[in-house]
């Protein structure tokens, strides 16, 4: 059974950093899987923010209009954990993120773009980001 767990949210002022950690278990990330980070906030829709998919020749990552330049998805396959390192914060980036994996036993590579939170089939629980002004 997949699990994930993401951990490193907290409270930073607008300008700071954070790196959120995705570590799997009983799954192994790096195995030819897209992986993705979304955030949400009350009352509006899962968003996109970076996917990753590596198939053993090159890696793919993609990102959100809104996160380009400030944020940078990563994995380390020896840890099985994705990290989402987000630089210059702004008050907008405030939300629960989440990172998802597709969980299948076949190849399953990102599709263009980035993917609605309906392709993913195994999420964490979330941790809490705030960024204040």
């Known amino acids: 059974q997949v699990q994930l767990v993401e951990s490193g949210g907290g409270s930073v002022q607008a300008g700071g950093s954070l790196r959120l950690s995705c570590q799997a278990s009983?799954?192994?990330?790096?195995?030819?899987?897209?992986v993705g980070w979304f955030r949400q906030v009350p009352g509006k829709e899962r968003e996109g923010v970076a996917t990753?998919?590596?198939?053993?020749?090159?890696?793919?990552?993609t990102y959100a209009d809104s996160v380009k330049g400030r944020f940078t998805i990563s994995q380390d396959a020896a840890k099985n954990t994705v990290y989402l390192q987000m630089n210059s914060l702004k008050p907008e980036d405030t939300a629960m993120y989440y990172c998802?994996?597709?969980?299948?036993?076949?190849?399953?590579?990102?599709?263009?773009?980035?993917?609605?939170?309906?392709?993913?089939?195994?999420w964490g629980q979330g941790t809490q980001v705030t960024v204040s002004s």
């Open positions: 998802a994996t597709v969980g299948s036993a076949s190849v399953s590579p990102c599709p263009p773009g980035l993917p609605s939170a309906g392709f993913f089939g195994a």
């Open positions: 009983g799954y192994t990330l790096s195995r030819q899987s897209c």
């Open positions: 990753i998919y590596r198939n053993g020749i090159a890696i793919y990552v």
